[in-house]
């Protein structure tokens, strides 16, 4: 009886092995079987436009050297305090904001040893008309300012076609991806992922020239700046299901 049962026992352990060895090869099977392409496509697309610009975002510079820290601070501190009093009072300046003081020591005369001082302070400010760009520098120049540290020109008009850059950058990437799907024949689906690229606008350089002179003038009855255009870009990356 014994060896009746002990023989049953070893005839189910055959059958339920042979029963799960089909399954284990699905398994296998379907684990080494490639894996289906995730059925999207990626595309950018973009949108530009000139503007013209209105406005000006300008930063001065008071830099003095001296063989004492105090003289050397004192000076640049003086003068910077009479270009913000000044500026403070037109009518067409804003945005006034210091954005650098610095004080430091360096070598004169390496055999000595002697030390002198340099004293810097930077100044940022907006003008809001352009006409009277040489009235306020040469102003400045006549109070002490001795440097010119960035000219950027900018439009008040960016904001306002940001959406319809957008849009149109929209527009473009859909049309790629639907030229790109057609010559596979597959059709565009909805999007998946879009990821908006952060563009600021592309100022072009203004070409300008300042002698720094109290003596200065602008000469030839006109501005001395050019502001030219700005060009503003915005892209986007946008990821269709394809149908």
Same mark, same amino acid.
């Given at each position: 009886?014994?060896?009746?049962? &002990?023989?049953?026992?070893?005839?189910?352990?055959?059958?339920?092995?042979?029963?799960?060895?089909? *399954?284990?090869?699905?398994?296998?099977?379907?684990? /080494?079987?490639? @894996?289906?392409? /995730?059925?999207? #496509?990626?595309?950018?697309? $973009?949108?530009?436009?000139?503007?013209? *610009?209105?406005?000006?975002?300008?930063?001065?510079?008071?830099?003095?050297?001296?063989?004492? %820290?105090?003289? %050397? +601070?004192?000076?640049?501190?003086?003068?910077?305090?009479?270009?913000? %009093?000044?500026?403070?009072?037109?009518?067409?300046?804003?945005? #006034?904001?210091?954005?650098?003081?610095?004080?430091?020591?360096?070598?004169? !005369?390496?055999?000595?040893?002697?030390?002198?001082?340099?004293?810097?302070?930077? &100044?940022?400010?907006?003008? @809001?008309?352009?006409?009277?760009? !040489?009235?306020?520098?040469?102003?400045? #120049?006549?109070?002490?300012?001795?440097?010119?540290?960035?000219?950027?020109?900018? $439009?008040?008009?960016?904001?306002?076609?940001?959406?319809?850059?957008?849009?149109?950058?929209?527009? !473009?990437?859909? =049309?790629?991806?639907?030229?790109?799907? $057609?010559?596979?024949?597959?059709?565009?689906? *909805?999007? =998946?992922?879009?990821?908006?690229?952060?563009?600021?606008?592309? +100022? /072009?350089? %203004?070409?300008?020239?300042?002698?720094? /002179?109290? !003596?200065?003038?602008?000469?030839?009855?006109?501005?001395?700046? $050019?502001?030219?255009?700005?060009? #503003?870009? =915005?892209?986007?990356?946008?990821?269709?299901?394809? =149908?």
């Amino acid at each position: 009886m014994k060896r009746n049962m &002990l023989g049953r026992i070893v005839f189910q352990c055959i059958m339920g092995a042979a029963l799960l060895m089909p *399954a284990a090869n699905l398994m296998a099977q379907d684990e /080494s079987a490639p @894996k289906k392409a /995730s059925g999207t #496509i990626a595309v950018s697309g $973009s949108a530009d436009m000139n503007i013209v *610009a209105d406005h000006v975002a300008i930063q001065i510079v008071a830099d003095h050297t001296d063989a004492s %820290a105090r003289e %050397a +601070y004192k000076m640049t501190t003086e003068e910077m305090s009479k270009a913000i %009093a000044y500026l403070k009072k037109r009518g067409d300046i804003e945005n #006034i904001k210091t954005t650098q003081v610095m004080l430091y020591p360096r070598v004169r !005369d390496y055999k000595s040893g002697a030390k002198e001082y340099n004293a810097r302070q930077t &100044l940022n400010f907006e003008l @809001k008309k352009l006409e009277n760009y !040489d009235e306020v520098m040469l102003s400045l #120049i006549d109070m002490g300012i001795n440097g010119v540290g960035n000219v950027q020109f900018k $439009s008040t008009e960016e904001e306002n076609y940001e959406e319809v850059l957008m849009r149109k950058a929209v527009q !473009d990437a859909r =049309k790629k991806a639907v030229i790109l799907a $057609s010559e596979l024949g597959q059709e565009v689906g *909805a999007a =998946k992922v879009i990821d908006e690229q952060g563009n600021a606008g592309s +100022y /072009s350089m %203004a070409e300008y020239k300042m002698a720094f /002179s109290s !003596d200065s003038s602008a000469g030839g009855g006109g501005p001395s700046v $050019s502001p030219g255009t700005l060009k #503003i870009t =915005k892209t986007v990356q946008i990821q269709f299901e394809l =149908k």
